[in-house]
Each structure stands twice: as C-alpha cells, then as structure tokens.
C-alpha cells in the first residue's frame, strides 16, 4: 500500500526558456507537464505544470545504476524498494511569466535549475531564475546540464566550466552540476541518486492549522455535461502546515471582487471538502507536502482559468490578515536581473508601481512612501500577509517586469 502514499516532497525545475525543464519532468515522472492549448501549441510552459513520481531503489544493481522511477528492475526482473514519492512543480522560463514562476517558487521545498549544454551560460532567465530562488529562500539546488546529445565533448566542458563562473558567488556556488539528456535519459539514474542525497523531505508541522497556497484552480466539467452531473470547483496547491480531511469547512481568502456603494472590496468565500487528491489518488486526508487538488462544492465558474490563484486556504478564522497596504522592509539588487544589459537599480521613487509576489499571489503596489530601508504600498489587489513574510520586488524594465530585489513583511 505504500504506492498510495501522498507526494511528500516539491521539487521545482526552473530555468531558460526551451533549456528542457518540461521534457525533464517527462524522463523523470513519465508525465508531459504542460498541458495548456496555448502550451502545446507554442511548445513552451505558461502555466505551472506538475507532474508525480516515485523514487525507487534495486536491491541488487549497485548505485548510481540502482535508482530508478520503474516498479520492476529491467536488469535483474525484480521489484525494486519504493523510496518517497515527489511533485514536481515546472514553472515557465520565458521572460515575460516571470510572475508565475515566482508565485510556483512558493510551494518549492528544493529546485533543479536546468542549464543547456547548447547555449552560452547564463542566458537571462538562467540568471533571473537564480535569483529568484535565492529570494524565496531556496537553498537546495541541484543543476543540470541538460542536452548534453546536441554538443560535442569539448562544448561541453566548456559549457560546463561557464556554469561554474556563474554560479561562483551565488547561493548555488556548491550544488553539483549533473550532465544529463533528458530526451534518452541518460544520467537519469545518478540525478535521482543526487535529488535523494540534496534534496531531503523538510520537516512539516501538522499540528498547525492547515494553510494552502493556491497555484492553480479548475472548472474539471466538460461541455454539455448534464445539470446533475456537474462537479464543484477543484483547488491545485500545496499545504505547507496542518492537514486537511474530506468534509472540512474550509476559507479562501482574500476571496472575491465585491463592488457595492461605489466601493470596492474582497471577501473570503466559504465552502467544504467534497474529496482531496494525492499522487493520483482519492484520499481521505492529506498534509504538507507534494502537489494536492481539493475538490470543492464552489460554483466553477469561481475556479476555471485559474480564478483563484493567488488566495490561501485554511481553516476559519486562522488565516493571516486581508492587506491592502503593505509595508516592507526591502533590499534592492546591484543590477536588475533578465536583461542581457543588466541595468543598475535605482532607488525606489513615490508613486511608481511595482509587481510584488507574496506566497503564490502576485500584485500590483503603488509606492506611498519610501523611508531608508522601508516602503510602504497601496496594492491594487489585497493579499492574505502576516509579518515576516517574503516578497518579491519587481520593476517594469524595457517593457517587461524585472527582479530588482526583496523583502518582507512588517
């Protein structure tokens, strides 16, 4: 029964745009994780995809060859020895969803930070994704250089030593560099053996009240079902406290739009547990850890197209305060990273407006006022924050918003 076991790890594959995360996450959990329209159809990842896999062992191969995802060794015929169960949470490389990776950063326990051994490194959203995990708080990294098939040895370790210039100085200056092909899954056995040595399950506290980050919702009823038949609205996250069980009433907050009196607000919206969703199977309870889908009894038209990312879910009345206005205690990068011109950073100014990334929310904050090291914001859209949390800082850049540093907050 050990197969039923809830993901108990995130994993996030971060990097380039076309450097291989989505095909990686295939090799590694047999799932193509981008499953959009828009997705298949431009051959890049826009939403965050997410896929599970179960780590497994031989007992008579020896290491690296012994790890593997496959239940039955093809070497030996045998079983192999389940080792944990992960979800991976692939978030998009291109420069313009820049956002979305963030708010997937949020649910992120380690990450893989895919480099091609094809490519000059680092390319722009090599170096912004870097950043970006050091900003969440990420501290375990494995690289890969992947496509290792379309270079010739000496490319490659040319490649190879460019890696290690970049990430000198940075806080994945010690993470070992995997050479990989994700397309024939060569080297796939010694990076599962790495992800199990780097990448450890962290310590979860269920006895907390269950707190949920939304990275994704889904109206799951296709077109023409009958009345009777239709489904409540389906929450994509992962809780990082607590635990949920079927039939719990739940909070999701900041919640909806309301326009009443010439007023605007948000409201937290009410519902309870229909079922819970873990590595593929029904379960009655869940916890911290992997990817999870909460079904629910909300209109779907709430949910679809991911209507309710960025709100947090929880139990009533347990969940961190309503924000409109943030004060953030910050610091700002030398240079602004995503652009090959690397342009310096200037002071925060009154009035500008800045993209903040809060847990899986992102916003827009007007700047009110700005102290030394403290800004505070009127944000266009409310986020659920308490003290000591981290954001993400981002200005508008050539077009295009730019990491330019982080903070947290007050």
Same mark, same amino acid.
């Given at each position: 029964?050990?197969?039923?076991?809830?993901?108990?790890?995130?994993?996030?594959?971060?990097?380039?745009?076309?450097?291989?995360?989505?095909?990686?996450?295939?090799?590694?959990?047999?799932?193509?994780?981008?499953?959009?329209?828009?997705?298949?159809?431009?051959?890049?990842?826009?939403?965050?995809?997410?896929?599970?896999?179960?780590?497994?062992?031989?007992? %008579? @191969? !020896?290491? +690296?060859?012994?790890?593997?995802?496959?239940?039955?060794?093809? /070497?030996?015929? $045998?079983?192999? #020895?389940?080792?944990?169960?992960?979800?991976?949470?692939?978030?998009?490389?291109?420069?313009?969803?820049?956002?979305?990776?963030?708010?997937?950063?949020?649910?992120?326990?380690?990450?893989?930070?895919?480099?091609?051994?094809?490519? %000059? @490194? !680092?390319? +722009?959203?090599?170096?912004?994704?870097?950043?970006?995990?050091? /900003?969440?708080? $990420?501290?375990? #990294?494995?690289?890969?250089?992947?496509?290792?098939?379309?270079?010739?040895?000496?490319?490659?370790?040319?490649?190879?030593?460019?890696?290690?210039?970049?990430?000198?100085?940075?806080?994945?200056?010690?993470?070992?560099?995997?050479?990989?092909?994700?397309?024939?899954?060569?080297?796939?056995?010694?990076?599962?053996?790495?992800?199990?040595?780097?990448?450890?399950?962290?310590?979860?506290?269920?006895?907390?009240?269950?707190?949920?980050?939304?990275?994704?919702?889904?109206?799951?009823?296709?077109?023409?079902?009958?009345?009777?038949?239709?489904?409540?609205?389906?929450?994509?996250?992962?809780?990082?406290?607590?635990?949920?069980?079927?039939?719990?009433?739940?909070?999701?907050?900041?919640?909806?739009?309301?326009?009443?009196?010439?007023?605007?607000?948000?409201?937290?919206?009410?519902?309870?547990?229909?079922?819970?969703?873990?590595?593929?199977?029904?379960?009655?309870?869940?916890?911290?850890?992997?990817?999870?889908?909460?079904?629910?009894?909300?209109?779907?038209?709430?949910?679809?197209?991911?209507?309710?990312?960025?709100?947090?879910?929880?139990?009533?009345?347990?969940?961190?305060?309503?924000?409109?206005?943030?004060?953030?205690?910050?610091?700002?990068?030398?240079?602004?990273?995503?652009?090959?011109?690397?342009?310096?950073?200037?002071?925060?100014?009154?009035?500008?407006?800045?993209?903040?990334?809060?847990?899986?929310?992102?916003?827009?904050?007007?700047?009110?006022?700005?102290?030394?090291?403290?800004?505070?914001?009127?944000?266009?859209?409310?986020?659920?924050?308490?003290?000591?949390?981290?954001?993400?800082?981002?200005?508008?850049?050539?077009?295009?918003?730019?990491?330019?540093?982080?903070?947290?907050?007050?």
């Amino acid at each position: 029964m050990v197969e039923y076991k809830q993901p108990e790890c995130n994993i996030g594959l971060t990097g380039h745009v076309d450097h291989g995360k989505t095909t990686l996450v295939a090799a590694l959990s047999g799932v193509w994780a981008a499953r959009h329209s828009e997705e298949l159809k431009r051959g890049i990842t826009i939403k965050l995809g997410y896929a599970d896999t179960t780590f497994r062992r031989c007992p %008579e @191969c !020896p290491p +690296p060859e012994c790890f593997t995802t496959k239940e039955i060794c093809p /070497i030996h015929n $045998i079983p192999t #020895i389940f080792l944990r169960k992960i979800s991976f949470v692939d978030a998009p490389g291109h420069e313009s969803l820049m956002a979305t990776m963030l708010s997937g950063a949020a649910l992120m326990d380690g990450a893989i930070l895919v480099i091609a051994a094809n490519e %000059e @490194c !680092p390319q +722009p959203q090599t170096r912004e994704h870097l950043v970006a995990l050091e /900003i969440i708080g $990420i501290k375990n #990294i494995v690289i890969v250089q992947n496509k290792i098939d379309a270079v010739d040895k000496q490319k490659a370790i040319e490649n190879y030593n460019q890696i290690l210039s970049f990430i000198k100085g940075t806080i994945a200056e010690n993470a070992p560099i995997i050479p990989i092909s994700s397309i024939y899954g060569t080297n796939i056995d010694y990076l599962i053996q790495v992800l199990e040595d780097r990448i450890k399950t962290p310590p979860r506290d269920s006895s907390k009240p269950a707190r949920m980050y939304i990275a994704r919702s889904f109206d799951i009823n296709k077109p023409g079902i009958r009345p009777m038949d239709l489904k409540g609205g389906v929450l994509g996250g992962s809780l990082i406290q607590g635990r949920l069980r079927v039939g719990d009433e739940i909070e999701i907050s900041p919640g909806l739009k309301v326009e009443q009196g010439g007023k605007v607000y948000y409201e937290p919206i009410y519902t309870y547990v229909s079922s819970l969703m873990a590595g593929g199977h029904f379960l009655e309870e869940v916890g911290p850890g992997g990817l999870i889908g909460v079904g629910t009894y909300l209109d779907p038209t709430i949910t679809k197209a991911d209507g309710l990312v960025g709100n947090i879910v929880g139990k009533p009345g347990t969940l961190p305060p309503i924000q409109d206005n943030l004060t953030i205690k910050f610091s700002l990068l030398e240079r602004a990273v995503g652009t090959k011109e690397l342009h310096r950073v200037e002071q925060l100014k009154p009035r500008e407006n800045l993209m903040l990334v809060v847990g899986s929310a992102v916003t827009l904050g007007t700047v009110a006022s700005v102290h030394r090291d403290e800004v505070n914001l009127i944000l266009k859209r409310p986020v659920c924050a308490e003290s000591g949390m981290r954001v993400a800082i981002s200005r508008m850049i050539t077009g295009r918003w730019r990491l330019i540093g982080y903070g947290y907050v007050q």
